[in-house]
């Protein structure tokens, strides 16, 4: 990993060497084990803070809308993915941006790490597909694959879609993983069943909008939650308003969701929210054949007016 | 709007006709009834409904059918008790207007126009004269039109397949084609009627839909004639997706089981076994057919009738009758369907239209206007009006307590009920009411908005309030009629309905109609038939008109014709009309010149045409697209590899030219369908059958001895073009059909050019030997791409323009102000071109005429703080109204052009960031409706 | 459960279903009086939001037709 965050220091030091870009947006250590950063970079003397390992999951997209400068940004498969619907949704222009498009074999989930070891963190090292956890008197060494994070372990585009300059070689993508495990789980609930999953789900949900903040689709000026002229929702925990919340953010994702899983990732909780938004992810994927930030030249299909656009529901 | 009205003669001519009418007795005051229906309620006198096609009651006293203009009753004479015995009279008794008039007689009506347009439409063909098919004997064999009822949710079933003798729902059903068409033994009528394979497709589909999988719906035909646009597409998916079975046989009789009353019919398939075959239910897919009163008004008129007593026209002037200045469309100018009625429709409107020019705006009565009244800043004062529409209403909701109920709800100033909320003295009453109690919003709680919001709002202009202060509730439609039975329930949901209403009339502000000026200007891109056609088609109307042509030549795909199918020499006509467009003064011709940008809207477009070595910057108000579409070359069958192969026009320029090369063929084949009807190209296109037949014809007539083959699949001389294919086959025209699966095989041996086919009827594969073959190629449209981005107009998969409404909107986009004819929209003959040039020129004149646009109230807006700039709205739009502001404080930023807005509100739900506002159905004013459940 | 009646909004499509609704009357179907009608210009102009709204304020079924 290390030949890694080398390339990018390399790479970002000549965009800003060059005048390229007015600024590099990549990951530096965070003061916890396991949380990196975004770091802003302007000055090439000050790239040796960029840094690259299995705790860059934060998606740089985010970073994004209505820049008006040159960036330089690092970027996974989901996160090139996002900067591609920004592209189309107008958030920032292709020409602003000089990708560094990182082949990306998954991020670690540092709520399975911590569960797994048991113990306090101090440090983590990582090889050759193995994290090895420190701390105070122990040392404990995991397989990465089975600490990836959920959206990870069935990523099918680790490879970034758009880029300038990719960091190595391609990796092989994954093939044999069933997307939509967890969603046919739930459309096979009976309605009852179903009822109560999504209340037992959304039961500790505090209504702290850190998914809606680390989500790179959610950059509107004004979201409707904090609208009061109407009041689409309450702001109370009341379970009917948490429910609006939660179904009406899916909804704006619907089409446009990566599944980078920074909602998951963000939520404080543990409130595995990508049930949601992977539920229109799937729909979108059977009714349109789609997948989000693919292209520059296809808007997202709930975007779209086709007169041939599938009407099997209307009978 | 004259009904039961007929033309009893019209003298004078053109620009001067005098037409004397006999106008029948409704036996009803229409400016009375209001069509609340009591009086068919107590009619004691039940008779077969017509409509339903006699399968199901109406009363003597009786509206036709529930959407039925205008919405008045009517009482057939030949039933009702009074008029025929002078007993009974209870439609007097209990018509709360008093609009029975019992005495009333026929008036004769003399009418001063400058045209006539006849639209007498067609009558279905009566099958009862066939004895084959015991159609009036056998009570599960049905017309497709009492089929068509079935279907109809509003029909006797409600929509629910059952068949007549027992009402049980059967699972076997065939539909058997060409039932009083293509026939001249058991009837008189050889033409084919151009739309009852697609009708019988449908109507297969739609029963499938209603009755699911156990339903086995099979097509008995004899060439399966889908030709029109996304026709083919949908045969398609009938066959392998809905799976509807198809089966190329002409069934010749059915026998009836005298106890199940099942329907046995015996057949003979393509491979000539005979089957037996039982269904519970036998459709017959009926023709059109012209009735002997049409054959006698047109006698009367002076109109001239062709051989099948279809209204004779000229392919250029397709929709001109014999006698100058009485047009003629839809059916009764030959058979045919919605799309192409409605074209000339549009297209008799522009004729007529035409002669009338010189004369518009003149016979205008303009209004007194009534100053508005500034209410900005006054907290709402809410007037309720809750009407009892006689017994409509009030004899089920209790009116009374529902006015009692409103009067306790906020921001309500005032609540009464009326009588007759829409009579006359009701609505100077109101408007007395508004001043005098000083209302600012006004809920009228009554029958339905849909037909009586504009009377009410006009209430409201003449009491001096912005006309959108209004809001309707219906208690009527959607309560008392409906819920006869609970008269407790239905005066809650009233009492409901009102609250919602008056919740949204709180937040309901006045809204603004944009005017715009429209420049007269029009421009027409294309110089062929249509694009021609299409200018003069304005031009004649008197406007200014731009022609523009890529080429150096007027005419465009028609110069390489020879004939119409018609038998009109082409060359000779186009000539014609060149001629006469570049002798018409309203037209600018631009030859050499192509479209280079297009800014603006809806009548202020502004364009660069770019020019061979000029360019001119034009300001228009409308445009006409008539881009056309090619010939497309083939790559099989050895074209281009011998000079014996050749596509159609290649064979139509010798035909032209009158190549002595033509009496050398002694043996000649056409191959129809190449490079249509294939997975790549689904699409059938349309007019080569007529060419290839009428080209087989013209060879034999040259060389009588000549062996002519036509390879075909399905056989498409839709309408009186079936003539010709009767006249090819009689002329010994032999016909091979071969399947899409097993093509026909051409090959050069020793210079030999031959074609082998597998023939249907011997089963076998033949080998023609020949001296000229030629193939019927697909026809295809060029690059559109960058006209439809410049108007924002939609292409179909196959690059064609894609048209406002398949039906009822072929010759406009969807896009206000760009319209669309010839080729460009799909293939078709030059009398379909002709006419839909001339209906593209009509549905624009209807615009240029306006000279002022004024916008609606109810339109989007946005609000450019909140907006994200995502670009969701721009997308979605089907009629471009959205766009980004590319300068000012707000550059980037979405905003929406209220003349392009329909506001329909697309935009508004679809605006994640809340930053699109809908006028009249605001969120908050819907939002309002529904916390007031 | 017995005497349980559903609360049923519907949002129609000014153009077609609230249409068919005029003409149910005009025809004099009956139906149970469980329905309250919210009239807007085009399905289109449907939200998930009213949806959302309706169960909200206790609808026990949202019907958009259009």
Known sequence: MSEYAEKIRGIAKKLLDDGTVDMVIGFRKGTMPLINEPCFVKDAAKVDALVWDSSCGVNLANYLPKRKEKIGVVAKGCDSRNIVTHIVENQITREQLYIIGVPCTGMVDRRKIRLAVGKEILSVSEADGKITVTGDGYEEVLDKQEMLQDNCAICIHRNPVISDEVIADPVEEQTDVDRYADVKAVEAMDPEARWNHFEQLLDGCIRCYACRNACPLCYCPTCFVDESQPQWVGKSVDKTDTRTFHFLRAYHCAGRCTDCGACERACPVGIPVRQFTKKLEKDCKELFDWEAGMSLDVRPPLDTYRPEDPDEFIK | MLTKTEIESISGEVGNFSVNLTKQPRYVDQDLCVGCGACAEKCPKKIPDDYNTGLSKRKAIYVEYAQAVPLKYAIDDRYCIKLQKDKCGNCEKVCPAGAIRYDQKPEQVTLEVGSVVLAPGFKPFDPQGLDSYKYSEYKNVVTSLEFERILSASGPTHGHVTRPSDGEEPTKIAWLQCIGSRDMNKCDNPYCSAVCCMYAIKEAVIAKEHQGDSLEASIFFMDMRTHGKDFETFYDNARNKAGVRFVRSRVHTITEDPETKDLEMRYVTEDGKIEVEKFHMVVLSVGLDISPELVELAGKLDVTLGANRFADTDSFSPVATSREGIYVCGAFAGPKDIPQAVVDSSAAASCAGQVLASARNTCIKSKEKIEEKAIKGEPPRIGVFVCKCGINIAGVVDVPSVVEYAKTLPFVEYASENLYSCSQDTQDGMAELIKEKNLNRIVVAACTPKTHEPLFQETLINAGLNKYLFEMTNIRNHDSWVHKATPDLATEKARDLVRMAVQKAALIAPLAEAELSVNPNGLVIGGGVAGMAAALGLAKQGYPTHLIEKSSQLGGKALALHKTWKGEDIQENVAKMIKEVEDNENITVYMETELASVDGFVGNFTSTLKGKDKETTLEYGVAVVATGADESKPTEYLYGQDERVRTSLEMDKLFKENDPALDKIQSAAFIQCVGSREPGRPYCSRVCCTHSVDSAIALKERNPDANVYILYRDIRTYGERELLYKKAREAGVLFIRYSVDNKPIVSVNDGNLTVQVKDHVLQQTVEIPLDALTLATAITPPDNSKMAQFYKVPLNDSGYYVERHAKLGPSEFATDGVFLCGLAHYPKPIDESVAQAQAAASRAVTLLAREKIFTSGTVAVTSPANCSECGVCVSLCPYSAPSFTTEGPFAGKASINPVLCKGCGLCVASCRSGAIHLNGFDNNQILAMIDAL | ?66
């Open chain 3, 1 to 66: 459960m017995a005497d349980w009646e559903p609360k049923i909004v519907a949002f129609l499509c000014n153009w077609c279903s609230y249409g068919a609704a005029d003409l149910a009357g005009v025809s004099r179907m009956q139906y149970p009086a469980n329905i309250r009608v919210v009239r807007i210009p085009c399905t289109g102009r449907m939200s998930p939001k009213f949806a959302l709204a309706a169960f909200r304020k206790g609808a026990d079924a949202v019907w958009v037709s259009g």
